[in-house]
């Protein structure tokens, strides 16, 4: 690969790490050439000034690409280039529980490239993605990061048969999988809840039809109002 004159990389990068998550993150600053730094050097579809997110550095290359930045100097010979390396875990970078009664809560906290990658979204994900005009999904479950798809719970207590390792989010495009299904005790017999609104709605629309038939019985029904259910 020949190598690029138009840009010069300036002495050693800065290398910083968070104290809490333990990321590292690489700031690597250039030199450009003037023409380089214009809206043609930036998209050039060949050898584009931007690179795209997630590029890997050349040197710590489990560190990648998450912004850029073109700063101006007193030439328009030249310019400045700054880009920043940020080391991304392809899991959850913390992780918090809490219990309330019966209902129990984990909280993850992940960070992901917004772009089609390995430790961004995967190809489905990313049409979906609202960042592209493609993208017509308003549900967040149809454009899961990987990272979370691959670390999601899968041992649950809480399905209709009572299995372990049914993936939660694994039919995402319907939103969550594997809940248990709703269920009401009616005169100490359970059945489920949507058996009971059933039942409900039919016993309705029969007492409408009776109070209906005792309105058109006559004048002495008249004054009867529909309250039987």
Known sequence: MAQDLTIRLLGRPKVTQDSQLGFQRIVRKYVVQGPRASKAGIEDANNPLFLPVG????????????NQAVEPTSSMDKANLTRDFVEIRDTYNSESSSESGDLKRITRKYIVLRAQHARGYDVTSWVN????????????????????????????????????????????????????????????????????????????????????ERKLGGPSHRSLGCREW
């Open 129 to 212: 993605h609202p960042f592209n005009s493609g993208g017509r999904s308003n549900d967040a479950w149809d454009y899961l990061p990987s990272a979370i798809k691959n670390t999601e719970p899968t041992s649950v207590s809480y399905t209709d048969t009572g299995s372990v390792n049914v993936s939660i989010f694994n039919a995402s495009s319907s939103g969550p999988s594997s809940l248990g299904t709703p269920s009401v005790s009616i005169a100490s017999t359970s059945t489920t809840l949507s058996t009971a609104l059933q039942a409900a709605a039919s016993r309705q629309f029969k007492s409408w039809g009776r109070c209906l």
């Open 55 to 66: 590029t890997a550095d050349e040197e710590f290359t489990d560190h990648y690409l998450v």
